[in-house]
């Protein structure tokens, strides 16, 4: 077996019994008990109606949920039990976050959006415009470099979002809706992008998708329901 077999087979994410509960003036339960095992390199592509509870499953897995209950062990670590300090380090050199709504910072330009991450964790200048440049060339968004987030079209944004959570060539990738708002020709590079990068680094991807075209570029399909104790 070649050595990029056998890294497939080894189990990246555990998810076991996950439960989120909304508290708020109306009580949602947005995750009943989530069972989910992932391995290293596979693409996988969340599905499920609006409102069932994708994104809120992808924050849990992001770190920047914490799960009313239920143990999520990444690299057989339960990331539940993480105090701050620790979420924020896995959350920089773990996690690759793809956010349904670009989360991009509106007063930095695009080049400073994509720098951040990798200056959170202490990348070098020189390896740092490296990698910009590399992901900007790769994304074709070269020419926003300079600007401010607010100037771009939706499917330009999303693109620079997708290099703000590649920058630290994260071993996870987390992708809510990537191509959300954008046409079905980019859709298709985003996909084609996504999935050559995981097959070149072995990067794992958890993709919530209502697209059918998502599912091409994925080893496996999970579809989320209101049941208890779903097994995925
Ligand atoms: N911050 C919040 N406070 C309270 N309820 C929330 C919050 N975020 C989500 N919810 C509720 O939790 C449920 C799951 O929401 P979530 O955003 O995870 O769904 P989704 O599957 O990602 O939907 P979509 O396909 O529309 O993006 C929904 O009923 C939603 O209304
Ligand atoms: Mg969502």
Redesign the pocket.
Known sequence: MKVKEMNKKEQIIKVLDLV?V???K?E????PGINLNINKGERVV?R????????????CLAGILRPTAGKILVEFRNIVDYDEDQLADYRCKTIGLIY?SYNLASFLTVKENIEFPMVLAKTVKEKREKRINELVEMLEIERYLKQKPSYLSGGEQQRVAIAVALANNPPIVLA??PT?NIDSEISTTVYEFLSNMCIAYNTTLVM?S?DPEASKYADREVV?AKIKSQEL
């Open positions: 989120h909304y508290k708020g109306v949602t339960i947005a995750l969340v499920g109606k609006s409102g069932i509870g994708k994104s809120t499953l992808l924050h349904q809510d809706e959300g919530a209502h989320l």
